[in-house]
């Protein structure tokens, strides 16, 4: 769920964004790369998540 709003949310900043400023589809496509970097971002850490060490509690 995640991963698809970060797309969807990224292409829809960039086409309003571009839609502002006449510039279509240059933010859009901009908005969906950063989504997509952002979902797969997401899932990463989910997968991997970071582990506590002692040091860190200090």
Known sequence: MRFASAILL???GG???DSKLS?????????LLIGVASGF???????YP???TDKDDE
């Open 10 to 12: 990224g292409t829809y």
């Open 15 to 17: 086409y309003w964004l």
């Open 23 to 31: 510039t279509l589809p240059i933010f859009m496509i901009t908005g």
């Open 41 to 47: 971002l997401t899932i990463y850490r989910a997968a």
């Open 50 to 52: 970071t582990k506590k």
